[in-house]
């Protein structure tokens, strides 16, 4: 996708959605097709659903042709279905033919068997080997994301050579990013990267190989984790990655636009989990109410089925709650404690490993350190819950075992909040599993059984 011009007010489109609608109307399409002309595609996709189907089969139809394409890559995937089952063929053709590889990619593998198929008639041969190649990889990668759309340089060209080659290049594909170019040998295997200021900057006839940068290091894996990806991104602040095979050979690119939307959908989860809800891909607004019911009571069935344990704590020591009925008034504050000082430390953790900070190597690190965290706040939440339950209860006893136990609680939580979700990076699960509903939950049961067995040593009238 081209870049849109960074001063356009954002929206813009919808201030002339209304006169846009009346040339409509009035068959003036000379003037809609000046008033798109000067658009940006993000802004028209983004207010793409204010129009009639009937209005945007004209639309489409009105728009230049590589503006089309842009448009169609940022519509989403209903709309896109739409305009592909109500053009004629060669206007799906051009728009398949031209779209990025990786955009392409992404539509095809949303589409039924059949529907892949006469698509497929449509496109040039070359196009549909590179939607099949990229069709095999598993979502998540980074060959699922990568575009195999680049220019690719020969380590024996000359600068003279290579600027002809992308010149040729452009000529076919207006977007093709040429600032950064990599270099192969013979077999197609990654030597280095050009820049392009530096190829412009050489002698004609300077060899590439005498110009590139060497790339060792700089590379990812076709099989490469997205978020592994990104993370390389941001350790080397680069724009642009090559993506190679286990023959080293150079496969595809990966742009950070492409890493950017990783990223977001990568964080848009991670809060979804961290806040007990299964993920939901459609925006907000746009999600089926009834789908939204069943991804958010999901996980708080599940919380109450754990939850449920504690009232099975309460119900076991009933004797003691009889005997001092104060027990129950300070239920709430230890396990509202303890959760909140779990859901720190796993908010912290899991971010932590989303970014790269630590690893699961640094776990006895991470646990000691969050433990003496703990041990601090502990402390200091056990001093404070002393005074409030002397100041209500007058009742030292009482005090001192309210005190302990919030103590106690906040230090396990800490620890566990720390070292769970490092655990499950570990057996290869999604750290962010280890919500903080899920780990107030498991600090609540805990919580509730160091309560009882610490109230039963301190005071002498439980049984």
Same mark, same amino acid.
């Given at each position: 996708?081209?870049?849109?011009?960074?001063?356009?007010?954002?929206?813009?489109?919808?201030?002339?959605?209304?006169?846009?609608?009346?040339?409509?109307?009035?068959?003036?399409?000379?003037?809609?097709?000046?008033?798109?002309?000067?658009?940006?595609?993000?802004?028209?996709?983004?207010?793409?659903?204010?129009?009639?189907?009937?209005?945007?089969?004209?639309?489409?139809?009105?728009?230049?042709?590589?503006?089309?394409?842009?448009?169609?890559?940022?519509?989403?995937?209903?709309?896109?279905?739409?305009?592909?089952?109500?053009?004629?063929?060669?206007?799906?053709?051009?728009?398949?033919?031209?779209?990025?590889?990786?955009?392409?990619?992404?539509?095809?593998?949303?589409?039924?068997?059949? $529907? *892949?198929? @006469?698509?497929?008639? !449509?496109?040039?041969?070359?196009? #549909?080997? =590179?939607?099949?190649?990229? /069709?095999?990889? %598993?979502?998540?990668?980074?060959?699922?994301?990568?575009?195999?759309?680049?220019?690719?340089?020969?380590?024996?060209?000359?600068?003279?050579?290579?600027?002809?080659?992308?010149?040729?290049?452009?000529?076919?594909?207006?977007?093709?990013?040429?600032?950064?170019?990599?270099?192969?040998?013979?077999?197609?295997?990654?030597?280095?990267?050009?820049?392009?200021?530096?190829?412009?900057?050489?002698?004609?006839?300077?060899?590439?190989?005498?110009?590139?940068?060497?790339?060792?290091?700089?590379?990812?894996?076709?099989?490469?984790?997205?978020?592994?990806?990104?993370?390389?991104?941001?350790?080397?602040?680069?724009?642009?990655?090559? $993506? *190679?095979? @286990?023959?080293?050979? !150079?496969?595809?690119?990966?742009? #950070?636009? =492409?890493?950017?939307?990783? /990223?977001?959908? %990568?964080?848009?989860?991670?809060?979804?989990?961290?806040?007990?809800?299964?993920?939901?891909?459609?925006?907000?607004?746009?999600?089926?109410?009834?789908?939204?019911?069943?991804?958010?009571?999901?996980?708080?069935?599940?919380?109450?089925?754990?939850?449920?344990?504690?009232?099975?704590?309460?119900?076991?020591?009933?004797?003691?709650?009889?005997?001092?009925?104060?027990?129950?008034?300070?239920?709430?504050?230890?396990?509202?404690?303890?959760?909140?000082?779990?859901?720190?430390?796993?908010?912290?953790?899991?971010?932590?490993?989303?970014?790269?900070?630590?690893?699961?190597?640094?776990?006895?690190?991470?646990?000691?350190?969050?433990?003496?965290?703990?041990?601090?706040?502990?402390?200091?939440?056990?001093? #404070?819950?002393?005074?409030?339950?002397?100041?209500?209860?007058?009742?030292?006893?009482?005090?001192?075992?309210?005190?302990?136990?919030?103590?106690?609680?906040?230090?396990?939580?800490?620890?566990?909040?720390?070292?769970?979700?490092?655990?499950?990076?570990?057996?290869?699960?999604?750290?962010?599993?280890?919500?903080?509903?899920?780990?107030?939950?498991?600090?609540?049961?805990?919580?509730?059984?160091?309560?009882?067995?610490?109230?039963?040593?301190?005071?002498?009238?439980?049984?």
């Amino acid at each position: 996708m081209s870049d849109q011009n960074n001063k356009t007010p954002p929206n813009i489109a919808r201030l002339f959605i209304p006169e846009i609608k009346t040339l409509l109307e009035a068959k003036k399409f000379s003037g809609v097709k000046t008033i798109l002309s000067e658009i940006p595609s993000i802004d028209i996709a983004e207010r793409w659903h204010e129009f009639s189907e009937k209005e945007k089969q004209l639309i489409f139809k009105m728009l230049a042709a590589d503006l089309a394409v842009e448009v169609f890559e940022f519509l989403e995937f209903e709309e896109q279905s739409f305009l592909l089952n109500n053009l004629d063929n060669q206007e799906v053709s051009n728009v398949l033919n031209e779209m990025s590889t990786d955009d392409r990619a992404d539509l095809f593998k949303d589409l039924p068997p059949e $529907v *892949i198929k @006469k698509f497929f008639r !449509l496109m040039k041969k070359e196009e #549909v080997e =590179d939607v099949r190649e990229l /069709m095999t990889y %598993e979502e998540g990668t980074a060959g699922a994301i990568m575009n195999t759309d680049f220019a690719e340089l020969k380590r024996e060209m000359s600068a003279r050579a290579a600027i002809l080659k992308l010149q040729d290049s452009l000529s076919f594909d207006h977007d093709l990013d040429i600032t950064s170019n990599f270099v192969t040998d013979a077999d197609g295997k990654l030597l280095g990267v050009v820049q392009l200021p530096d190829l412009m900057k050489s002698p004609p006839d300077m060899l590439i190989k005498n110009i590139m940068e060497n790339v060792e290091f700089i590379k990812v894996d076709e099989y490469t984790p997205e978020e592994d990806a990104a993370q390389i991104f941001k350790r080397y602040d680069l724009n642009i990655a090559p $993506v *190679i095979n @286990k023959s080293n050979e !150079l496969v595809g690119i990966i742009t #950070v636009d =492409d890493i950017v939307d990783v /990223m977001e959908q %990568e964080a848009t989860e991670d809060f979804e989990k961290i806040a007990a809800v299964l993920p939901v891909e459609e925006p907000y607004m746009e999600a089926d109410f009834f789908k939204l019911v069943w991804k958010r009571s999901f996980w708080l069935v599940l919380l109450v089925v754990f939850e449920s344990m504690s009232a099975c704590i309460l119900k076991m020591n009933h004797l003691a709650i009889n005997n001092m009925l104060a027990l129950t008034f300070f239920v709430p504050v230890l396990i509202a404690m303890g959760g909140n000082a779990g859901t720190q430390s796993a908010t912290i953790i899991i971010r932590s490993l989303a970014v790269g900070d630590i690893g699961v190597k640094d776990f006895l690190k991470v646990v000691f350190r969050e433990s003496l965290l703990g041990v601090c706040m502990g402390l200091i939440l056990a001093v #404070v819950g002393s005074v409030i339950v002397s100041l209500m209860e007058n009742n030292w006893h009482l005090s001192l075992a309210v005190g302990i136990s919030m103590g106690v609680t906040v230090i396990l939580a800490a620890t566990l909040g720390a070292g769970l979700p490092i655990i499950f990076r570990k057996f290869k699960l999604d750290p962010a599993l280890m919500s903080g509903p899920l780990i107030a939950t498991i600090v609540d049961i805990v919580g509730l059984i160091i309560y009882f067995k610490v109230a039963q040593l301190i005071l002498p009238i439980l049984p």
